[in-house]
């Protein structure tokens, strides 16, 4: 349950992103927002472990920080796995939307997903 309201918090904050902005992220639809959210979640469950173990001398000596760069690429394999449904302008931007996402499950999920535990 809790993985399926993590897939349309994100497909709702993908649909937020569309709408601010429009030049560097596009997303054709609802539809395309869910399938996004899936494969991201599919990404971050398969691919983000194994490249955070590949890269965790550099994870360390950056204190963490570069959990972003590896937050990016995973955005960027969604939009390329996505087709033009699902774009992102640049790789400057997949790190903007990574650190911004990263952002915003940090506060659902301290509020109105951690209440649900209490």
């Known amino acids: 349950m809790r993985w399926i309201v993590s897939i349309v918090i994100n497909a709702i904050f993908f649909i937020a992103l569309a709408g601010l902005f429009r030049d560097s992220f596009y997303l054709s639809g609802i539809g395309a927002a869910l399938g996004a959210s899936i494969i991201l979640s599919l990404l971050n469950v398969i691919v983000k472990p194994i490249l955070v173990l590949l890269t965790l001398p550099v994870t360390i000596l950056s204190l963490g920080l570069f959990l972003f760069i590896i937050n990016a690429v995973t955005l960027s394999l969604t939009a390329q796995l996505m087709g033009d449904s699902f774009e992102i302008s640049s ?9 911004l996402l990263s952002l915003f499950n940090l506060i659902i999920q ?6 649900k535990k209490a």
């Open 91 to 99: 790789f400057g931007m997949s790190i903007f939307f990574s650190i």
């Open 110 to 115: 301290n509020t109105i997903l951690g209440r």
